[in-house]
Nanobody, 115 residues
């Protein structure tokens, strides 16, 4: 079965950095696009970054120039490098993939940025 497991969240001061990881299993990782989303308390879940199977990337305007998404197909892992973190980046971060029109989500990892 498809599984996505995020890690790497935590508490960081504004201006700091974190790297999130999402390890995938149960499908041919290299063939699918991957996305990172985030959800702050009381807000909707928004896409942060995406990476296609051929490694083309896309970012939300709010994180452009600060976040970098990458993938390692040998490790079945997608990463989100987050630099220059701001208090507005505080949220639960989820990775997601879509396989045959079905969305699969990880359990999420909490990122808290203190100002």
């Amino acid at each position: 079965q498809v599984q996505l497991v995020e890690s790497g969240g935590g508490l960081v001061q504004a201006g700091g950095s974190l790297r999130l990881s999402c390890v995938a299993s149960g499908f041919t990782f290299s063939m699918y696009s991957m996305r990172w989303y985030r959800q702050a308390p009381g807000k909707q879940r928004d896409m942060v970054a995406s990476i296609a199977y051929y490694s083309s990337t896309n970012y939300a305007d709010s994180v452009k120039g600060r976040f970098t998404i990458s993938r390692d197909n040998a490790k079945n892992t997608v990463y989100l490098q987050m630099n220059s973190l701001e208090s507005e980046d505080t949220a639960v971060y989820y990775c997601k993939t879509r396989i045959r029109s079905v969305d699969y989500w990880g359990q999420g990892t909490q990122v808290t940025v203190s100002s």
